[in-house]
Structures are given as C-alpha cells and as structure tokens.
C-alpha cells in the first residue's frame, strides 16, 4: 500500500476470519468519509456481502483484487498479478470521480 500512495481507513473484518456485525459495519461507515476512503478492496476469495454493503452506503467503489497468480484469469504470472491489480485499483479510483 504505501509503494502506491495509499492508507487504509479500516478494515471489513473487525479479527481475520470473524464476520463484521452490525454495530462494527455502522462504527465502518462513519470512518469511511473521516478519514477520505476511496473505495472497498477485498479478495476474491472473500464473501463479497460486507464489502458490497459498506461500497453501496457509503457511495463508494468496491474493488476486488486477485489474491495470488492465478487468482483471475488476467493474473496468470506474478507480472499479470501485478498488472491485474493495479488496472483494477485505477479502475476503482476512477470510479470514485
């Protein structure tokens, strides 16, 4: 992330593995325009239901990101993993306006 100039705002799984509840997800939303969230990123191999929600309340971009070579179809090399997440990401921001 700082290689691309980038912060993280939060996190959609309050532990590694433990589902967001209710009350986590709202305490989420309200960071998000604190602290100038551009978009939701998340793996493929994540349940897309917790990002699809914060990106819809709080209006912004959900970005899912191949986790390993072969994660998509587009990150076959590690440099098409590279390639494939940067297009992604820029496809995000731009998204955001």
Known sequence: ???LGM???GTIEPKPGVP???AYLTQLLEEIPQKNGK???YSAY????APDFISAKAKIPAVVLPFTVG???AAGDLFG???DTIKRLLAGLAAHG
């Open 1 to 3: 992330m700082n290689w």
């Open 7 to 9: 912060h993280e705002v």
């Open 20 to 22: 967001p509840g209710s």
């Open 39 to 41: 978009m939701v990123i």
């Open 46 to 49: 994540q349940d897309p239901r």
């Open 71 to 73: 994660g998509t179809e």
């Open 81 to 83: 993993l590279y390639k």
